[in-house]
Each structure stands twice: as C-alpha cells, then as structure tokens.
C-alpha cells in the first residue's frame, strides 16, 4: 500500500512511472537554456540562448534524456576525435536526480569514446559529484599533474571584456 506522505512509495511510484528516453540529437534550446539554468552555472557565463545554441552545434556527441518529451537530462562531448575528449554539461534537472539518468548519459558518452578509441577522457566534475564520477571510472587529477585553466576575474570584468569586442 503507498500513502501520500511517504517518500519511500513515492519513490517507487516515481520509479515505476518513469519511462525515460535517450536521444544523441540536439535539444530545441528553449528547453536545454533551462535546464542549464538549473545549474546556477549561467550567474558566472552569463550566457545567451544564441551562446548556447553555438556551444552545442560545436560538440561531438551528445545526450539528451526525455520524459514525456520534457528534457530532463544533457551530457556532451567536445572532441578531435582521435586523442582528446571532454566531457561537458553533465545535467539531470534536480526533479530526476537519483534515478540513474546522469549514470544512463556517462555511460553513453564513455561508451562513444571508447568505441571511436579516443586515448584520453576528461571532464570538468562540479562541486560534490566527485563521487558520482569515481563511480563511473573516472579518478582526480594529481596535484601535480599537467594543465592549467584560465581564470576571469570576476563575471563582471568578462561582461566588459565581451562588451569592448
């Protein structure tokens, strides 16, 4: 029997309901500009849906997650194809986290790698998903291992950057 209050047979009744599809073509960027924006990612980017939309044309691979033809996941690889891939925008809207979604669009991005023997798979783990990627395969960087990242100042000291171009 399920009641109402209990998470526990909410969960369940979620878990049996929920048919999620997988799809590797571009979402309509209304809807990936919002779910990006459940990132809190954009305070910092301060991008537009043009921006964005340029972003995606530019990938590899993608992976989009649908329920009822809402987009409730995104992962994407930037790649040359051969030697380096980059996994970004790994994105489960907070309403589906927990249900295998992320795990579902990793395994799909690894798997693209792998097939194609691209050498070398990164990607950009956002704060407190550490965990989640160790389960997946993937290990931190040594302290001391090779790379560096350039660092605006602050969000506002780019607006003025891109705004002088």
């Known amino acids: 029997m399920f009641h109402k209050k209990c998470n526990l047979c909410n969960q369940k009744i979620k878990n049996i309901i929920m048919s999620i599809i997988y799809k590797t073509s571009l979402p309509h960027i209304d809807e990936y500009f919002s779910l990006f924006e459940t990132t809190g990612w954009n305070s910092d980017y301060c991008l537009t849906k043009d921006e964005l939309d ?3 044309s530019n990938s590899y691979y993608t992976v989009s997650a649908y329920e ?3 987009l409730v996941g995104f992962g ?4 040359d194809g ?3 891939a980059m996994i970004y925008e790994m994105i ?3 309403d589906y986290q927990g249900e295998g979604i992320g795990s579902n669009i990793l395994n799909m991005l690894v798997e693209k790698c792998l097939k194609n023997k ?3 798979i990164q990607l950009f783990c ?5 965990v989640f990627y160790e ?3 993937f290990t931190a960087r040594d302290n001391n291992a090779p790379g560096m990242q350039y660092k605006k100042e602050t969000p506002e000291a780019f607006k003025d950057f891109i705004g002088q171009i």
């Open 118 to 120: 691209i050498r070398d």
């Open 68 to 70: 009822d033809n809402k």
């Open 82 to 84: 051969v030697i380096h």
């Open 135 to 137: 389960r997946h395969g």
């Open 92 to 94: 489960v809207d907070p």
């Open 126 to 130: 956002a704060k407190g998903k550490k």
């Open 54 to 56: 340029l972003s995606l």
């Open 76 to 79: 994407r690889i930037v790649s």
